[in-house]
């Protein structure tokens, strides 16, 4: 099921902060952001998983709440760079040892950075 | 070398026409998978294959036909398609088929079918 992202779209003045949310109604296992500038592949920002980990870049911070299925970006000092699509990707209960999961992702969030 | 490259960049092809996408890694990831990307919308999950063998197929049409000839590459063999299948055709690769592991995007096939 495909989780819901907002806002659809959000305009920043260079320095300003973000903050960008996903939110599922289906128990999450982990929730992956990345971003997608035009034309580009995505390219991976943060994996947060339900027991707590997380991994990713040191300059993106992210939150989950395993209990009501919510995951939020949160970009701070906006940069011209960080203009792109958001997505996020959600998926279900892990499956140990299998190789069957699957990420489905929102219908992104679209960022422009302003000087 | 942390990079999924796929080939070709861009393929235009008729209703009656085969060919094929290809996508290569060289980071030793055992998990592969192929998108299918409309413009302005998310990523869609067609295939993955793990450890060289066909985990999810998202009911894709026989139309579209993958192969994982080794652990380094994977082909989206194309046969017979319809001119809604036009759209950017990404692969990606984790380290395997686990949740807590991130994908890595190669920069896509846009492949327009007439």
């Known amino acids: 099921q495909q989780p819901v992202q907002s806002p659809q779209a959000v305009i920043l003045r260079e320095g300003e902060d973000a903050v960008i949310n996903c939110s599922s109604s289906k128990a999450l296992y982990s929730v992956h952001w990345y971003r997608q500038k035009h034309g580009e592949a995505p390219v991976f920002l943060m994996i947060?998983?339900?027991?707590?980990e997380q991994k990713g870049h040191d300059k993106i911070s992210a939150s989950f709440n395993g209990k009501k299925q919510q995951s939020s970006l949160y970009l701070t000092a906006s940069q011209l760079s960080y203009s792109g699509t958001y997505f996020c990707g959600t998926g279900g209960v892990r499956n140990s040892g299998g190789s069957n999961y699957k990420l489905t992702f929102g219908k992104g969030t679209l960022l422009t950075v302003n000087p | 070398d942390t990079e999924v490259t796929q080939t070709p960049k861009h393929l235009v092809m008729g209703m009656t026409n085969k060919k094929s996408l290809k996508c290569e890694q060289h980071m030793g990831h055992r998990a592969m998978y192929w998108y299918k990307q409309k413009a302005k919308k998310p990523p869609e999950l067609m295939f993955v294959y793990s450890y060289e063998k066909l985990s999810i197929n998202e009911s894709v049409p026989s139309r579209f036909s993958p192969e994982c000839p080794n652990s380094s590459l994977l082909n989206l063999h194309l046969h017979a398609l319809q001119p809604e299948d036009s759209a950017l055709y990404l692969c990606?690769?984790?380290?395997?088929?686990?949740?807590?592991?991130?994908?890595?995007f190669g920069p896509g096939t846009r492949l327009t079918v007439l």
């Open positions: 990606a690769s984790s380290q395997d088929g686990q949740g807590y592991n991130e994908q890595f």
């Open positions: 947060l998983l339900k027991g707590g």
